[in-house]
């Protein structure tokens, strides 16, 4: 209650579910996503708890703007969750569009980069804060046709590594969170591409994207802070048991 949280990709899935579970507990929620019509609905939904703020998580600046933004309107910034990012394209590596593969890269590192980048300073002066960044299994175990996916996921839960060895001194705690199969766009173009083991997984198998957001909101509580610098997973019956 009363706290402020950026949650990056918010416009659906995981990121709109984590908006409305942290709206719901009294949180300040800016809501960040390339698709300006997706947040404001939500915003609209929540109510004047919410602010959406257009940004491509990509580019720097928007970024920086964005948690300016944030700080303007709430006074605060207590909370960020990474969590916006892409999949496609689905292709070999011999046959990618090297534009598009990077692209992959610029968003799924580049963005967690710059929410690091941009919310640490003020988390740094204000005396703490929470980071998490939504990672994934695909992290951990490269999948054929994902290059770009699990080289992108592998590269961010470094990043969040690095960032909590940097900063837990600063009072901030980071940590990740891999969601396990979520039922989401995402998901449901993954079962389209027919591409490898994750898209032979039964639909019904999926859950639902308010478990990683319950697991998000445990994360931002001191429960969790026996688990700062690591990365949980939503495979792992404790932590269900526990939301
Ligand atoms: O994805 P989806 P999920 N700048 O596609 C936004 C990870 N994960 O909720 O910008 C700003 O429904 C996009 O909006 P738009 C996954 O890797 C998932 O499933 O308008 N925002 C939308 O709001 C990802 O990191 C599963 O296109 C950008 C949102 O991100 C996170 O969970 C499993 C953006 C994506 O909504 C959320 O995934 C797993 C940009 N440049 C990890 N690019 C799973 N679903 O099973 C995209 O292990 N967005």
Partial sequence: TGKTAIITGAGRGIGAATAREFAARGANVALLARSGDEIAALAGE?????????????????????????????????????????????????????????????????????????????????????????????????????SAYCTSKAGAAMLTEAAHLENAGHGIRVMGLSPGTVATQMQRDIKASGVNAVSQLNWEDHIPPEWPAKALLWMCGPEADAHLGEELSLRDEGLRAKL
């Avoid at 990474?82 to 689905?90: R, S």
Wanted: glycine letters at 10%; a negative charge.
């Fill in 46 to 146: 929540i109510g004047p708890q919410a602010v959406a703020i257009p940004c491509d998580v990509s580019r720097y600046w928007e970024v920086e703007q964005a948690v300016k933004a944030v700080a303007d309107t709430f006074g605060r910034v207590d909370i960020l969750v990474n969590n916006a990012g892409i999949l496609k394209p689905v292709t070999t590596l011999a046959e990618a569009d090297p534009e598009a593969w990077m692209k992959v890269i610029d968003i799924n590192i580049g963005g967690v980069f710059n929410g690091f980048r941009a919310v640490l300073p003020v988390m740094i002066a204000a005396g703490g804060g929470t980071i998490i960044t939504v990672s994934s299994g695909a992290a951990h175990r490269a999948l054929e046709g994902w």
